[in-house]
């Protein structure tokens, strides 16, 4: 997806972002035809699918086989307000996870740019209409009618947000030949349509773990933590594919001591309150308190922990920064999602303790795509600062920026 671009990113991509890339590509294969399949007995009765026959397996009355059986039943309404548009976002968002990962792979390296251009614009393209198609769906949805409710919808919108903001501003990055901010949009856009194989690998995990436990509490207990997950994992994608150690024209503090600091005794108040909230809400959201608190350390530990090493090492300040403003934008989550859960409850009329937990899983996902824009801001006003080179540059396997051979 590449227009008229001044400058190739990524030198060699590294030994372990391919192998890892191989690995996704390989998963998303596997992943595919089932996911497809389950979709077919909502458009027509009595169709086969991967699931129905693991249950005509089981003893018809085992937990497992009453937990599909309840899982069926459960989805099948919600689906009838827009099947086809529903399975056609389904369909195409399976040629996405093929294509994502050859784009990736194709835009880190000079020799395939003629390819990684034809398949941008089929990839775009393809992007577009699976999200017109989820819009389609949710719009004629009501909330209430979403499988596993409001808090769930709540969820959807916000993944769609981000995909749909992601490929506008990719596509804008790249007309603009900025090519390192390009590939950091789509690989965020990416990261966050993986939120769908994601979710469902959740449900296997915990329904596997305790049967007793219903689908659709299943899909808000995961959900709950899925947003962390897929910012985290476009942080990490990024960093992967963009080698550089220091960006010509950054300023040298992205985010100053200061400025964690507050972001830090704001994020703990947040997750305090949103505690203590919790406490005086139903017993069911219990596993949801559980799994959105490990997900939060987990998050903020990996973040601290790649900016403290980087800054130890103090040769590459470009992924200190960028791994500073990441935690920092984390930790806000939980007082962010308290904030919007609020205005949602307002707005709307949902329960309070509905419109909260749809505002903490949201909340972080907006706080994910903040961090996204704060540096994409910073690299546009580097870009400003830099003084201009005669020759288009590329980023050296080493890191550094390294003159483009023509020829």
């Known amino acids: 997806m590449m227009s008229q671009p001044q400058r190739a990113s990524g030198g060699a991509m590294s030994r372990p972002a391919q192998i890892g890339l191989v690995v996704l590509a390989i998963g998303c294969l596997i992943y595919i035809p089932g996911t497809v399949l389950a979709m077919l007995p909502y458009v027509h009765d009595g169709a086969w699918t991967p699931e129905t026959w693991v249950r005509d397996l089981l003893p018809s009355s085992s937990p497992a086989a009453l937990s599909i059986t309840a899982a069926f039943a459960g989805r099948k309404a919600p689906y009838l307000h827009s099947e086809w548009p529903m399975l056609i976002h389904t369909v195409l968002g399976g040629g996405i996870m093929l294509l994502g990962p050859w784009q990736l792979f194709t835009g880190s390296t000079r020799r395939m740019m003629r390819g990684h251009k034809l398949l941008g614009r089929t990839y775009a393209i393809i992007v577009a209409v699976s999200m017109i198609a989820a819009a389609i769906y949710l719009v004629r949805t009501p909330w209430t009618d979403v499988f596993s409710g409001p808090v769930f919808a709540v969820g959807l919108w916000g993944f769609w947000l981000g995909v749909v903001v ?61 947003f962390g997950i897929c910012t985290l994992g476009a942080t990490i ?3 992967a594919i963009d080698h550089r150690r220091v960006v010509p024209g950054m300023r040298r503090v992205w985010a100053s001591d200061n400025a964690i600091f507050t972001c830090t005794a704001i994020g703990l108040v947040g997750f305090t309150m949103l505690g203590m909230l919790s406490f005086t809400w139903a017993p069911e959201w219990g ?44 930790i806000l989550a939980p007082a962010v999602g308290l904030a919007f859960g609020g205005v949602l409850m307002l707005a709307t009329g949902l329960k309070a303790e509905t419109a909260e937990m749809a505002g903490v899983a949201v ?45």
């Open 237 to 239: 994608g990024a960093r």
């Open 287 to 330: 596993p949801t308190r559980v799994f959105y608190s490990a997900t939060w350390f987990t998050v903020l530990g990996i973040s601290a922990g790649f900016g403290i090493r980087h800054r130890a090492k103090g040769t590459h300040p470009y992924a200190e920064q960028e791994w500073r403003v990441t935690f920092a934008a984390h």
């Open 363 to 407: 909340g972080w996902g907006a706080c994910g795509l903040g961090a996204f824009v704060f540096i994409d801001r910073e690299l546009r006003r580097a870009a400003k600062r830099a003084p201009r080179r005669r020759q288009p540059t590329v980023v050296g396997s080493s890191g550094d920026l390294e003159p483009a051979r023509v020829g």
């Open 166 to 226: 992601s490929l506008v501003l990719g596509i804008t990055a790249i007309r603009r030949g900025a090519v390192e901010r390009h590939l950091r949009w789509m690989v965020f856009g990416y990261a966050c349509l993986m939120s769908a194989p994601l979710l469902r690998l959740g449900w296997t995990l915990i329904m596997g773990i305790d049967h007793s436990v219903p689908m659709p509490k299943a899909n808000i207990y995961f959900g709950s933590m899925l």
